[in-house]
């Protein structure tokens, strides 16, 4: 992996075209909005994470009126967090995992599932894709945007 910035990743093998194309979108994000990224990882059996982090998101969202909170559950598994909130994920993301050169902010933008004015989800039950070989691109794809 490759990080620059704090703003984009590249997974290694990656060509020069790719390179040069993430220099050209980090100098041109320099005005762009800074994000805050908070990670919870569960322990032992995983007890709690997904109410923690829903009460972070909560939390997050409760500090930031203006702003956006987005929850992106990535335990494809069972993709808990959506059934927590009764919301649930009718867009068929297998299209996209498998090319996740597709995604864009506007795609980002029609998938997410919204729960309050400044609160979002990103949650997709997809036992399979755990184990697919684009996992790891699409879920960067994700992160990225």
């Known amino acids: 992996m ?12 990656f ?15 320099s005005t762009a909005e800074q994000s805050r990224v908070t990670t919870v990882i ?5 007890a709690g994470a997904t109410t923690i982090a829903l009460m972070a998101m909560s939390q ?20 808990s967090s959506g ?3 009764n919301l649930r994920s009718e867009f068929d993301i297998d299209a996209i995992a498998a090319n ?7 795609l980002l933008d029609t998938i997410k599932l ?5 609160m979002s989800l ?13 996992a790891r691109r699409f879920v960067l794809a994700c992160l990225i945007f």
């Not at 997050?60 to 993709?79: C, M, N, S, T």
């Not at 919204?114 to 400044?118: D, E, I, L, M, V």
């Open 114 to 118: 919204h729960y309050a004015p400044n």
């Open 42 to 46: 569960g322990a032992a059996g995983g």
């Open 60 to 79: 997050l969202a409760k500090g930031a009126p203006d702003g956006q909170v987005a929850l992106a559950d990535l335990d494809f598994q069972i993709a």
């Open 122 to 134: 990103y949650a997709f039950e997809r036992p399979h894709l755990n184990f697919a070989p684009e």
């Open 83 to 85: 059934s927590y909130l």
């Open 15 to 29: 060509n020069d075209t790719e390179f040069l194309a993430t220099l050209a979108r980090v100098d041109s994000a």
């Open 100 to 106: 996740p050169d597709r995604l864009d902010l506007e």
């Open 2 to 13: 490759v990080r620059l910035q704090a703003r984009d990743w590249l997974q290694k093998p």
